[in-house]
């Protein structure tokens, strides 16, 4: 009894492995022709991709206008997929998470909403200098501009609906800003004059102070013009 189920279990073995070896032949067969009608390419994505930063609350990037951002992406995919793949199907990222004040030279990474593989980035790296944001208020002040008409003067102060500001920014940029100028141009005016000024921060020595945003975006102005007697 014994020596007949010897011959049985090589049997089954044997059958069992010629199955195996066909179902792996198959297999490299069709993967040699999927290969063949789709091949695997490798591309650089024609658009650039914008890079996203986001920095932790509290903190901002100052040196933005010092590194690109966008990046060059080259992915590995196949065919099919490449024509189906767009920008948008990329996403581009410098993780700054836990990261303080000062410079930080990050990688690049990118993650693809299709089936392809990231090859390599362009840039790989950035180098980022952080900030922390800060805020104070300021005085608003009427900056005149220009000269009235021969014959005509300016009655009074000029007036402005808002006194003080707001300004926020890089803590170094904010500490610069001595007050927001709302210019008046009186070129050409013969009479009362009532208008919006853009607010611009400025510092002791009256030059913009650059990165910083005010908390209104115009400033209203009234100035009484008359005939000079």
């Known amino acids: 009894m014994q020596k007949t189920k010897q011959p049985i279990n090589r049997v089954i073995f044997v059958n069992l492995s010629w199955f195996l070896g066909c179902l792996v032949l198959a297999f490299i067969v069709w993967v040699v022709a999927t290969i063949q009608l ?33 990046a060059s992406v080259l992915l590995r995919a196949q065919q099919s997929v490449w024509e189906l793949l767009a920008g948008d199907d990329v996403i581009v990222w410098a993780d700054l998470t836990g990261l303080g004040p000062g410079e930080h030279t990050v990688p690049l990474q990118a993650q693809v909403a299709r089936t392809a593989a990231v090859v390599d980035i362009s840039p790989a790296q950035i ?35 808002v006194n003080q500001v707001t300004v926020t920014g890089p803590a170094s940029q904010v500490e610069a800003v001595a007050a927001v100028q709302a210019p008046i141009n009186l070129s050409q005016q013969r009479g009362p ?16 102070v650059a990165d910083v945003s005010v908390d209104t975006q115009v400033i209203g102005v009234s100035v009484d013009i008359a005939p000079s007697e």
């Open 38 to 70: 789709n091949p695997v390419e490798e591309r650089r994505l024609r658009d650039a991709i914008p890079i996203r930063f986001t920095p932790d609350e509290g903190l901002v990037i100052t040196n933005e206008n010092e590194f690109s951002a966008t």
């Open 127 to 161: 180098t980022i200098d952080l900030e922390e944001l800060a805020s104070k208020l300021v005085e608003v002040r009427p900056q005149l501009n220009g000269q009235l008409p021969s014959g005509y003067v300016m009655i009074g102060e000029p007036i402005i609906n």
């Open 193 to 208: 004059l009532e208008d919006f000024a853009r607010p611009i921060p400025v510092d002791a020595d009256g030059n913009m």
